[in-house]
C-alpha cells in the first residue's frame, strides 16, 4: 500500500495564478481531509468528505479555495487567486470513518510569491 | 467549541533525560485524543491514541479528564525521538481531528 498520495510535492507560483493540488487516498477509505499547516497555525482542517460529499467546510479561509472529490480516489484542492499568504503545507489525510486514525500523505509546500 | 493547546512551541532536553510535551483540551463531552508525530522529511504518522492505552516507542500518554489533559512522556529521550509531535483531540461521534500547533522536540546528544 503507498499510503496517500499527493502531488505536486512542491508549488512555486506567483501571486495571482490558479494552484492545483491533487490527492489520491488509501484505496478503500472513505474519508478525505484537506489540512493546511503553518508555523503560527499548526495543523488547520480546511475540508472534510465522507464517502465524496463534503462535509465540513468550515476551515476553507475564503472563496477562493475550493475543494472537489469526484470520485473514491481522487480529490482537488484549488486556490484561485493565490496569494502570498497562502503559502504552507497542505496535507491530505484519509481513514476508514469514524473510530479510525487518519493516515497522511507527504504533504505539498506551497509558495506564493 | 473545541480546542487543544500545546503549550511549548519548543522543546529540548539531553539525551537520557525524561521528557513530558504538554497537551490540553477543551471539550464538552467525551472526546477521544491522539499524539501525532512528524520526523524530518516524513509525513505525520500516528503515534498513540489514548483508548489503546499502549506504549509505542517508549512514550505513554494518559488521559485526565480532571484536568482535560494528555500529556505524553518518556522517561529517556533518545536523538531519534527529535521530531514534531501534534495533539489530536475528535469528538463524540465525530471524524474529523482538531490539531494542536504542535511542539518541536529537539533531544540533545
Known amino acids: 500500500d503507498a499510503g496517500v498520495i499527493q502531488s505536486p510535492r512542491h508549488e512555486v507560483t506567483e501571486m495571482g495564478q490558479e494552484v492545483t493540488l491533487r490527492c489520491k487516498p488509501i484505496s478503500g477509505h472513505n474519508s478525505l481531509f484537506w489540512y493546511r499547516q503553518t508555523m503560527m497555525r499548526g495543523l488547520e482542517l480546511l475540508i472534510y468528505f465522507n464517502n465524496n460529499v463534503p462535509i465540513d467546510d468550515s476551515g476553507m479561509p475564503e472563496d477562493r479555495f475550493s475543494a472537489k472529490m469526484p470520485n473514491a480516489s481522487f480529490s482537488t484542492l484549488k486556490i484561485q487567486p493565490s496569494e502570498p499568504r497562502d503559502s504552507a503545507v497542505y496535507f491530505c489525510?484519509?481513514?476508514?470513518?469514524?473510530?479510525?486514525?487518519?493516515?497522511f500523505g507527504n504533504g505539498t509546500r506551497l509558495t506564493v510569491t | 467549541a473545541q480546542r487543544v493547546t500545546q503549550p511549548e512551541k519548543l522543546l529540548s532536553v539531553f539525551k537520557g533525560a525524561p521528557v513530558e510535551l504538554k497537551c490540553n483540551y477543551s471539550?464538552?463531552?467525551?472526546?477521544?485524543l491522539f499524539w501525532y508525530v512528524q520526523y524530518s522529511r516524513q509525513r505525520l504518522q500516528l503515534l498513540l491514541r489514548h483508548i489503546s492505552r499502549e506504549s509505542i516507542k517508549g512514550f505513554t500518554a494518559d488521559l485526565n479528564k480532571g484536568e482535560t489533559s494528555f500529556h505524553l512522556k518518556k522517561p529517556f529521550a533518545q536523538e531519534e525521538d527529535s521530531a514534531m509531535y501534534y495533539c489530536a483531540l475528535r469528538g463524540t461521534g465525530a471524524n474529523n481531528l482538531f490539531f494542536g500547533t504542535g511542539t518541536r522536540l529537539t533531544v540533545i546528544p
Open positions: 489525510a484519509s481513514s476508514l470513518g469514524k473510530n479510525s486514525p487518519l493516515h
Open positions: 471539550y464538552s463531552g467525551s472526546p477521544e
